[in-house]
């Protein structure tokens, strides 16, 4: 980790902090970096998110995206611009693209999470019993005991899905 990575994790784990103040020194701290720096997007991305601007915050992501990120970030970009975009009505988009996370091949470091994410989006869309399956299809694996029940039910649920 470097000394830049250290100053921003310091404003994020900062609960004295209000929204406003987290975006400004994200925003400086993102100022050091050259233009364009996914990194820099990233975290400008996620301060605005963080603090309920969602439309600010989609652009940052898809330009942080586009800019490259490392498979950690992004994995954590592709699953808060999901929840951004369904925040904003686009419970479609979400869905799609966490399902693409979950697909992917290598398998994301944040597996579990995206699944977490795509249960809540298919919730938004009314899918509730898709969420239930997806939601346990990704605890399953965490399970001490009845696994194979668990996800006996999810595909229970599953074929009675209408």
Do not use: C, K
Request: aromatic share 4%; no cysteine.
């Amino acid at each position: 980790m470097t000394d830049w990575d250290d100053r921003v994790a310091a404003v994020w784990a900062d609960e004295t902090l209000t929204d406003e103040e987290v975006v400004a020194r994200i925003d400086a701290l993102a100022a050091e970096r050259p233009d364009g720096d996914a990194r820099a997007l990233f975290e400008r991305a996620g301060a605005r998110d963080s603090a309920g601007l969602e439309a600010d915050a989609e652009p940052l992501y898809r330009a942080a995206l586009e800019a490259g990120l490392d498979e950690e970030h992004r994995a954590q970009a592709v699953i808060q611009l999901a929840s951004t975009v369904r925040n904003l009505g686009r419970t479609d988009e979400s869905i799609r693209m966490l399902r693409a996370e979950l697909d992917r091949r290598p398998r994301s470091p944040l597996r579990d999470e995206a699944a977490a994410f795509l249960a809540l989006a298919l919730a938004s869309a009314g899918r509730e019993r898709e969420a239930v399956s997806v939601a346990l299809r990704a605890l399953a694996p965490h399970l001490s005991r009845y696994r194979r029940s668990v996800l006996a039910y999810v595909d229970e649920l599953a074929t009675d899905a209408p």
